[in-house]
Structures are given as structure tokens and as C-alpha cells.
């Protein structure tokens, strides 16, 4: 272990600094020597002291000298001259305090000299980001463990509102069993370095879509660290790219309530006791206690909110809902190091527990409350619900809300607050705070409450029992309002209760337009659970299973078993009803760690889908034993993505009819996303039992547009006409082979009419996107829609296409007119 040095003017400083540092390192076996003032009262600085404390520090493995200013540098530089030798001894130029403790940290365990002095020469990080000074590689150089491999790597942040708190918590859980380190840097910015393992200081890299992230990692698996990494960030890091049909407001610019969850509330106000935390002055005990304090009601915080995510028992996917993708994230800051490191080291230093995890988590909100972009400064909100989760089980406070009858008005609300809200109870919600963004507002649109927030201040003094009325999309508050006002209000709202109830009510029901057509609405799924969902919400069958849920993010791939377990769970939930399997839909753009890929340029024209399978048969193989297997029980047919040419098609039915028994009814279907494949329809309508137009994709490469890159992401509609004629030689070139839309188009609705106008019989759509699909189905007639499809066709952009349809209001029941 390396000794250190102090040389100060101030025995009393010197000492003082001392102290501070082996409080940081927990009596760990650390040689600290001194060697300050002349004597104990009289400033100055002496080189043969310093030299006797070099000596004294000095254990073979070398020695750091930190010292204040002035004279105590030349006093160092010359006990350097008076000492035989010098290789293994080193002048820090880091602050004396800051520095100290840095590298007493570093030495105590284990760090090498070079390693020690970088970590005391960067002490200054914390501080400067906190005071939003500069901390790029420039102001303060980077920290680089000696003997280990380090490789960079970067990638463009696709998410739609940056690298926030959920995709920064699945980041973290996917890296946190490598024996790596990986460092973020937001080079758009020049914020940074963040660890890898500290959900709120990737948070304060602001990092926003299109800004882009530079990795280093170092260590034993830094390669595979790296290559998960950039996995991720393929991936958006779990989510997915925003659908057409929205399910929650945009935030406004408006500087009156920002709408936040749709519908409209009327009701009393009423207001939740507000917890206050009267923090204690003075520990209840010596810092251990304190420290022991603090870690139990970490622990229980953490138990309460896994109570609180309710995962699926089994293999389901994380992060299957709303509420469990919060709470996720607020579990990844309770294993926080750089959160819970800072409390106990104010524990350590005299603080209670309470006062010195409210002073941590206050710090990092602060941090975050001071970016520009509105989405990251609501963040803070999760720091802070974290800390009076923590602070509630410290202080024995109960910090959840009673639900009453009526609209709730609160300054803002944790998202456990809003978890324990009864919906058929609270009727809506006021915040006089909050954003459309923070986790609270997700739980409300999860949970279908009406919610406004960022009304101001005022909204706290409104006497309980005052009529509120409020619409949460377009953000419309009524306090007290007159009549005439109230009525509006009313109307608006049973238009869309009756809308809903009737789309509802219909779900169930299959979608017959009104010239007699009936149209297969389906539902794209991810899980059983989704699956159970769909059912619920109306699916006809599942248009759509996307298997490769069960093949990322793990080790090894799934075994034959697993697979057909998961699979069979679904069949089973649609109870009958059809269910399309499609295979494997991984590839450059998704890589799997357990089996060799080439390292591409472009992925998406590389080896994926289908192309990987092939190339990949142990994989192919494995999976369509697994369906064969469920569909020897249930309605289930294989759907190959990724397809080009007939030769695939060919050799994959191939492959399935080795496994599959002669007497088996398993239709086979085909994802229609390259255009060569739409453009030669009638080829390949003789190999399959269907045709599903994934859009998305189809749209990507007909307009030459990576849906990914926000630099071109506006070029990518899919009512494009040159994606609309390719869907149209689909439709007349599968004469009578079924043709189904699982891609986003599916549920948009100026999309629908054109797309049924043009010949698709199915379409299949997220399952919230279920019953009012279905409603709009049943609102058209064929008949119009295909004269509008026609016209379209004869359009110049997608821009003109849906001007069109926006002024075309006689598709609902009758021709429109030329």
C-alpha cells in the first residue's frame, strides 16, 4: 500500500485534514504522515520534516505528497534533494483537502501510485458539477487504472426524452453483474464522466435525443460491456418508439396547467395532509447506529416497493408496466453507491441518519433541477419521492395519501402517492407543481385519472369542497366555474364517456364496417402478460407475437422448453383464437451475445430476421420445435420476418416440415417489410398461407429513412404514396391470400381507411389501441375508402395524402364526392 505525505503551514489544518480522510476509509491500515509548521502554533514548513515524513510514509509501494501552497511546495521539491532517491515518490498538485481524501480512499484500497495521484488530481468532480463549473477531460484529467484494457465506443441517444431515469435504470441493471467499469461522457454537451452504476449521475448528463454519448469501459469484460451497451442503446434501451396514436398529451408551452392525463373530472376539492419531516438535530446514537439506521430503512423501502411492482410470476419480461418500470428505477437509486456513499460519510462524520440522507438525495435532485430540458429536471421528482420513502421509514411517517371522493389538489405527488390513488374513488388531480413528464403523471395515465399539472401555487388555497372542473387534455381548469362553464364541461365529458364506453362495450365484438365488411382486428404482443391484456381488451387473435423477448438481454439462448412454456401461455390466453408467432427478428441492429455476429456498417441491410435464422439453423430449429410443439394444441401459425427472396421462404418451410408432423395444420406467413418482396407479391403469394405489412419497416426502406435518426425521422410516414403503392401491388398481387398491417399504421387513424381502401383484411395494434380501432372500423364504409385509397395513390407526398383525408369528410357512410 502507498503512503501519504501531508506538508501545510497549519499543524491544525494538516491534522484536521487527516482526520476528515481515515474517517473516509473505516480504519483501514493507512499510512498518513505529517509534516506542518514549525511547531504546534507557528505557521511555516520545514524540508527535513518533510523528508523524515517521507521516509516514515513510505512501505516500498511509493508515496503521494499533498500540500497546501507557497512554501510548502519548495520545502517538498527540496526534501526530494535530501532523499537517495526519487522514482517512487510524487508531488500532488491536487487541493489539500479534497485531495487527501480522494487519495486516502484510493490508497486504502489497493490503487497504485499513478492511480491514487489521478484520483486525488480529479477530487475536485463532485464539486464543480454540483456548482455547474466545468468538468470536461480538459479542466480535469481522467482517471485511467494502470495494466487494463480500455476500449471507447459512442452511440446517438434515440430516446424519445433522452437518457432519463427508466432507460438509465435498465442500463444500469443489464451492466451491473460485468466485472467492468463503464464511464459515460455526453460529448454534445461535454457533461460528464458518469458512472455506469449511479442511476443520478447518468441523469445529470442531460443527455437528450440526438446528443451523443461516448463509453469508455475498462476491465476483464470491457468488450462484452461495451457490445451490451451499444446493444441497448439499439434498442432504446427497452423503449419503444412512440406510436402514432398517443396515449398521453404533449406538453404544452402554455404558462397556465399543462395537460397531463386525458379526460375530463369534475368534483369537490379536497386536499391530502401534507407530510412534514422534522429532521433530528443530533444522532440517537454513534455513527454505526446510525449507519445501521439508515441501511434497515433502505430495506424497507425497497421491500415496500417491490410489494408495489406486482411482476409477474415466471420468466415475464421487466418493466411490463407503467407502474413497474417506475418503481424499478426508484429501486436502482436505493442501490445508488454514490447516493448512499455520500449519507454515510456525513453519517460517518457526526450527522444522524435522517439529516444526512436528506442532505444526499436533496443534492442530486439540485443537480438535476438545473438542466434545460424540462423532461430530465423532472427527475429530481423520483430523487425526492426516494428520499421521503427512505426519510418516512427513518422517522416512522406514513407518507401515503388517503384516496376521497373528488379532485385531489397537491402541490405534487410521489409515484408510490399516485400507485396507492383508488381511481373509482379520486376523480381527478390538480398539481400546483409536477410536469406532464414525471413519473406521478405516468401513474395517473396508467391508472386513467384526469390530472392537469403546473397550476401554480394558487391552486393550494382553494377552500375544500370548491366545484374544480378540469380537462387533462388540453390542460382547462375551471375553479368554481359558472353554468354555462360547468355544462361544457359536462358535455365534453359524456361525449367522451359515451365514445369510450361504446368502443368498450364493442370490444368484445367483431368490427363489420357499415357496408357489411368484416375486418380482423388483432394485437401485436411482447409477453403473456400483454397477451392477457389483449384478450382483455377485445384481440381477435394475436396478429402479432414478437418471440424475441425471450431471446435478449440474457446469456445463453432460451431452451426448447422454456420457449414452448411462454408460447403455450399465450395460446392459452387467447383461448382459441389464432396466434401468429413470428420467429426470431434479432440481428445487427439487436445482437445476441451467446452466438457470432459480424460487426456491420449498416445493420439494418444486414444479417437479421429471417437472414440470421438461416444462418443460425440450431436457433431456427430449436424455436419452430417449440411452436410445432403448441400448435399440436392450439391455433398457431409461424410468420418469417425479414424475408427477400423465395429461396428463404423455401428453405425455412423447409426446415419447419422436418419437424412438423404431415397432418399438422400450421399456417405459414411471411413479414412483407423490403420492397422487393411487396413489388413481387404475386411470387411469393404462392409459398405462404398470409402476408403481414410490417410498416415501419417498409416505410424505412422505401424512402431510404432510418426511423432511429432524428436528422430524417420527419421523411418517415407511412402515407407516403411510394409506400402506399408498394402496399397496394401487395394487396392486388395476393389475390385471395390473407393480407394483415402489424406495423404502426395500423392504429392511426387517418391510416385505417386508406389501408382497408387499398385491400388489408387485418389489422393488428398495440392492445390499449384495441377498442377504438375496432369503433373505427365500423364508423367506415369500404366503398369510400377505396375511392379515397385512389386518390391517394395520386398524390405527390404524404403531406398532401392526409390533407386530403382531413378535408374528406364523407368517408363515414357514403362515396365522397370527386
Not at 53 to 72: E, K, P, Q, R, T
Not at 275 to 291: C, I
Not at 481 to 501: D, G, K, S
Request: proline share 6%; aromatic share 2%; glycine share 8%.
Amino acid at each position: 500500500m502507498i503512503g501519504l505525505v501531508v506538508v501545510s503551514h497549519s499543524r491544525r489544518l494538516a491534522d484536521a485534514a487527516v482526520d476528515l480522510a481515515t474517517q473516509m476509509v473505516h480504519d483501514r491500515d493507512l499510512r498518513i504522515e505529517v509534516a506542518a509548521g514549525l511547531d504546534e502554533e507557528t505557521l511555516g514548513t520545514d524540508a527535513t520534516a518533510v523528508a523524515d515524513a517521507i521516509i516514515a510514509a513510505d512501505s516500498g509501494s511509493g508515496v503521494l505528497i499533498l500540500m497546501d501552497l507557497g512554501s510548502a511546495i519548495l520545502s517538498a521539491e527540496l526534501a526530494l534533494e535530501l532523499l537517495p532517491t526519487q522514482h517512487r515518490i510524487r508531488l500532488c498538485a491536487a487541493p489539500l483537502v479534497e485531495g487527501l481524501v480522494a487519495a486516502a480512499v484510493a490508497a486504502a484500497n489497493g490503487a497504485a501510485l499513478a492511480e491514487t495521484a489521478d484520483e486525488a488530481d480529479n477530487a475536485l468532480i463532485g464539486k464543480r458539477t454540483q456548482l455547474g463549473i466545468d468538468t470536461t477531460p480538459e479542466a480535469l484529467p481522467e482517471a485511467v487504472p494502470q495494466n487494463e484494457t480500455t476500449m471507447r465506443g459512442s452511440f446517438i441517444v434515440a430516446n424519445e426524452h433522452g437518457l432519463h431515469a427508466r432507460p438509465a435504470a435498465r442500463l444500469i441493471a443489464e451492466l451491473r453483474d460485468l466485472d467492468c467499469r463503464i464511464e459515460l461522457r455526453n460529448l454534445t454537451t461535454g457533461t460528464g464522466p458518469a458512472s455506469g452504476r449511479s442511476l443520478s449521475r447518468i441523469a445529470a448528463l442531460g443527455a437528450l435525443t440526438g446528443h451523443e454519448i461516448e463509453i469508455t469501459a475498462s476491465g476483464p469484460a470491457a468488450e462484452h460491456g461495451m457490445n451490451r451497451l451499444l446493444m441497448l442503446a439499439r434498442q432504446r434501451f427497452g423503449e419503444e418508439i412512440p406510436a402514432l396514436v398517443a396515449d398521453h398529451p404533449a406538453p404544452t408551452t402554455s404558462t397556465g396547467p399543462l395537460p397531463t392525463s386525458t379526460g375530463i373530472a369534475i368534483g369537490p376539492a379536497w386536499q391530502p395532509e401534507t407530510t412534514h419531516f422534522v429532521l433530528p438535530d443530533h444522532p440517537a446514537g454513534p455513527p454505526a447506529t446510525e449507519r445501521r439506521l439508515l441501511d434497515d430503512a433502505i430495506a424497507r423501502a425497497k421491500e415496500r416497493l417491490r410489494s408495489e411492482i406486482q411482476l409477474h410470476p415466471g420468466r415475464e419480461p421487466r418493466y411490463t408496466s407503467p407502474q413497474s418500470e417506475v418503481f424499478q428505477a426508484h429501486l436502482l437509486l436505493l442501490d445508488d453507491d454514490e447516493l448512499i456513499t455520500g449519507a454515510r460519510q456525513q453519517i460517518a462524520g457526526g450527522a444522524a441518519a435522517a439529516g444526512a440522507w436528506a442532505t444526499a438525495l436533496d443534492t442530486a435532485a439540485q443537480q438535476l433541477e438545473v438542466l434545460p430540458d424540462p423532461y430530465l429536471r423532472a427527475r429530481a421528482a423520483d430523487i425526492r419521492a426516494v428520499r421521503d420513502q427512505v426519510l418516512g421509514e427513518l422517522l416512522g411517517q406514513d407518507t401515503r395519501v388517503a384516496s376521497r371522493p373528488g379532485i385531489l389538489v397537491a402541490a405534487d405527488l410521489t409515484p408510490a402517492q399516485v400507485a396507492g390513488l383508488d381511481e373509482t374513488v379520486v376523480t381527478g388531480i390538480v398539481l400546483a407543481h409536477g410536469s406532464p413528464t414525471s413519473h406521478a403523471a405516468i401513474l395517473a395515465r396508467a391508472k386513467g385519472i384526469p390530472a392537469v399539472s403546473a397550476a401554480g401555487d394558487s391552486v393550494l388555497r382553494i377552500p375544500t369542497g370548491t366545484t374544480i372542473a378540469l380537462d387533462g387534455a388540453t390542460g382547462e381548469l375551471a375553479i368554481d366555474p359558472q353554468p354555462e362553464c360547468l355544462a361544457e364541461f359536462r358535455a365534453t365529458a359524456a361525449e367522451q364517456h359515451n365514445r369510450r364506453q361504446s368502443a368498450q362495450s364493442a370490444a368484445h365484438d367483431v368490427a363489420v364496417s357499415r357496408d357489411g365488411v368484416m375486418v380482423h382486428v388483432a394485437a401485436n404482443v411482447g409477453s403473456a402478460a400483454e397477451a392477457d391484456h389483449a384478450v382483455r381488451a377485445g384481440a381477435d387473435l394475436a396478429g402479432l407475437v414478437r418471440t424475441e423477448f425471450l431471446f435478449l438481454g440474457r446469456e445463453q439462448a432460451p431452451s426448447v422448453e422454456e420457449q414452448e412454456q411462454v408460447y403455450r401461455d399465450i395460446a392459452k390466453s387467447f383461448d382459441g383464437r389464432r396466434v401468429v408467432l413470428r420467429t426470431l427478428d434479432v440481428g445487427g441492429d439487436k445482437p445476441l451475445p451467446y452466438i457470432s455476429q459480424p460487426r456491420e456498417a449498416n445493420p439494418f441491410l444486414g444479417l437479421r430476421g429471417t437472414r440470421l435464422g438461416l444462418a443460425h439453423p440450431e436457433l431456427l430449429r430449436d424455436q419452430l420445435q417449440a411452436i410445432v410443439r403448441v400448435a399440436a394444441d392450439y391455433p398457431v401459425s409461424v410468420m418469417f420476418p425479414m424475408i427477400t427472396t423465395v429461396e428463404e421462404v423455401r428453405t425455412a418451410r423447409r426446415m419447419l416440415g422436418t419437424i412438423a408432423p404431415p397432418d399438422l395444420d400450421i399456417e405459414v406467413g411471411i413479414m412483407v417489410e423490403v420492397p422487393a418482396v411487396a413489388a413481387r407479391a404475386a411470387v411469393f403469394a404462392g409459398f405462404v398461407d398470409f402476408f403481414s405489412i410490417g410498416t415501419n419497416d417498409l416505410t424505412q426502406y422505401t424512402l431510404a429513412v432510418e426511423r432511429g435518426n432524428e436528422s430524417v425521422a420527419g421523411l418517415a410516414d407511412p402515407l407516403d404514396p411510394g409506400v402506399l403503392h408498394l402496399i397496394d401491388k401487395v394487396c392486388r398481387g395476393a389475390g385471395d391470400t390473407r393480407v394483415a398491417v402489424c406495423g404502426e399504421a395500423a392504429a392511426d387513424p387517418a391510416a385505417v381507411p386508406l389501408l382497408l381502401g387499398l385491400g388489408v383484411s387485418e389489422l393488428s395494434v398495440a392492445p390499449p389501441a384495441l377498442p377504438l380501432t375496432k369503433a373505427a372500423v365500423r364508423e367506415l364504409d369500404i366503398q369510400a375508402c377505396r375511392a379515397a385509397a385512389a386518390r391517394a395513390l395520386a398524390c405527390e407526398s404524404a403531406t398532401q395524402v392526409r390533407s386530403q383525408l382531413a378535408r374528406n369528410i364523407a368517408l363515414r357512410g357514403r362515396v365522397p364526392t370527386a
